[in-house]
């Protein structure tokens, strides 16, 4: 090995130099380009698992209301009538023998 080689003047030529800073150069924008999408594609997933999230949240808030009204209808043997009442004419359509039941159907539209 000579000399030159050892102290590394060989490598200072201006053409490599440039292929080097070339390759660097190309090298850096990879990886700027895969950072950018990888943020990019994180900041989309936060923001579904974010909606999903408040979905979730509403969701369990409804279920926290209906457990404390059934809770409440359930300590007052009085209110218990008015619950079954509730569930038998809203969540199975029932009434009373004397009344009448109207549902209204939107017009069919074309």
Same mark, same amino acid.
């Given at each position: 090995?000579?000399?030159?080689?050892?102290?590394?003047?060989?490598? /200072?030529?201006?053409?490599?130099?440039?292929?080097?800073?070339?390759? &660097?150069?190309?090298?850096?924008?990879?990886? =700027?380009?895969?950072?950018?999408? &990888?943020?990019?594609?994180?900041?989309?997933?936060?923001?579904?698992?974010?909606? !999903?999230?408040?979905?979730? &949240? /509403?969701? !369990?808030?409804?279920?926290?209301?209906?457990? =404390?009204?059934?809770? /409440?209808?359930?300590?007052?043997?009085?209110?218990?009538?008015?619950? +079954?009442?509730? +569930?038998?004419?809203?969540?199975?359509?029932? =009434?009373?023998?004397?009344?009448? +039941?109207?549902?209204? &159907?939107? =017009?069919?539209?074309?």
């Amino acid at each position: 090995m000579s000399s030159k080689q050892m102290s590394g003047e060989v490598c /200072n030529s201006p053409k490599k130099h440039r292929l080097f800073r070339l390759l &660097v150069g190309a090298a850096l924008l990879v990886v =700027a380009v895969f950072v950018v999408y &990888v943020l990019v594609s994180d900041m989309m997933q936060i923001q579904k698992d974010t909606e !999903t999230y408040n979905k979730l &949240v /509403n969701q !369990t808030n409804a279920v926290n209301e209906e457990n =404390a009204q059934i809770t /409440n209808y359930l300590e007052n043997d009085a209110n218990l009538k008015e619950y +079954i009442e509730e +569930i038998a004419r809203e969540k199975l359509d029932y =009434a009373n023998p004397d009344e009448r +039941i109207y549902y209204v &159907v939107p =017009a069919a539209t074309e």
